[in-house]
């Protein structure tokens, strides 16, 4: 009912820059909010950002001052990640979310979405 396309990724060295991208389709009445998470290897998955329909976010201590999450206002279906002076232990698979209300017609079932995942490396 719901698709997200997830972009960006790949190798960075640390200090360096990257820039997340997921759009959602389908289905969609309205997003409640939209967030990034993160798994890294032998580690549980970890809420990294996540931004409301009221556009309040929330971070991930660690990555406080460095990543920011946004969204494309005109859609509100598309959030970013910019992510800034990154460091080797933000290596992990970044995982887009979308907490949406379905439009099935008659009624708005909510509905959680995951992406498919994209790498994100960081050398030392």
């Known amino acids: 009912q719901v698709q997200l396309v997830e972009s960006g990724g790949g190798l960075a060295q640390a200090g360096g820059s990257l820039r997340l991208s997921c759009s959602a389709s389908?289905?969609?009445?309205?997003?409640?909010?939209m967030g990034w998470y993160r798994q890294a290897p032998g580690k549980q998955r970890e809420l990294v950002a996540i931004?409301?329909?009221?556009?309040?976010?929330?971070y991930l201590d660690s990555v406080k001052g460095r990543f920011t999450i946004s969204r494309d206002d005109a859609k509100n279906t598309t959030v970013y990640l910019q992510m800034n002076s990154l460091k080797p232990e933000d290596t992990a698979v970044y995982y887009c979310n979308a907490d949406v209300l379905l439009n099935l017609g008659t009624y708005y079932p909510r509905e959680d979405n995951w992406g498919q995942g994209t790498q994100v490396t960081v050398s030392s």
């Open positions: 389908g289905n969609i009445f309205s997003i409640n909010s």
């Open positions: 931004i409301t329909r009221s556009g309040h976010t929330r």
